[in-house]
């Protein structure tokens, strides 16, 4: 079954490309259950790395990356639903923002957010919930 559903994008960073590489490798061993991945679709001297996304709507990355200069890479991201997946083309696109947020926080010494903010929010007004149940 294939999808017409997908999301592709360039983005240019003033960090060296070992650097990066070393943020994508970071970011799937500390996420390994978030994006899961085989060893042998990680290329790391060719710059290529494909992995998923798990989630409601599953998604499979394909990501690339270019030399710009000695201070600047070029990632190139192609998603698209996983094959039991009926994501659309902007659940797409929001998975690649996502992992680009990791790649920030990981290239700028931040801790990867363990949820989303969705998920904070919930747990906040249920524990205000029950504050005012037991006050």
């Not at 999301?7 to 990066?20: G, H, L, W, Y």
């Not at 600047?72 to 083309?89: C, G, H, M, Q």
């Not at 906040?124 to 504050?131: E, K, L, P």
Request: aromatic residues 8%; glycine residues 6%; contains cysteine.
């Amino acid at each position: 079954m294939s999808s017409n559903h997908f999301a592709e994008q360039k983005v240019t960073i003033d960090f060296p490309i070992a650097k990066v590489k070393e943020a994508i490798n970071s970011i799937l061993a500390q996420k390994s259950t978030k994006y899961p991945h085989k060893k042998e679709n990680l290329n790391e001297i060719m710059g290529t790395y494909q992995f998923f996304e798990l989630g409601i709507n599953s998604l499979q990355f394909n990501l690339s990356l270019s030399e710009i200069s000695e201070s600047k890479t070029e990632l190139n991201f192609r998603v698209t639903p996983d094959v039991t997946s009926k994501a659309s083309s902007s659940s797409c696109a929001q998975g690649i923002t996502n992992f680009q947020g990791h790649i920030s926080n990981t290239l700028t010494g931040q801790p990867l957010a363990s949820s989303s903010g969705c998920a904070i929010l919930v747990l906040v007004g249920i524990g205000a919930t029950m504050a005012m149940m037991f006050f």
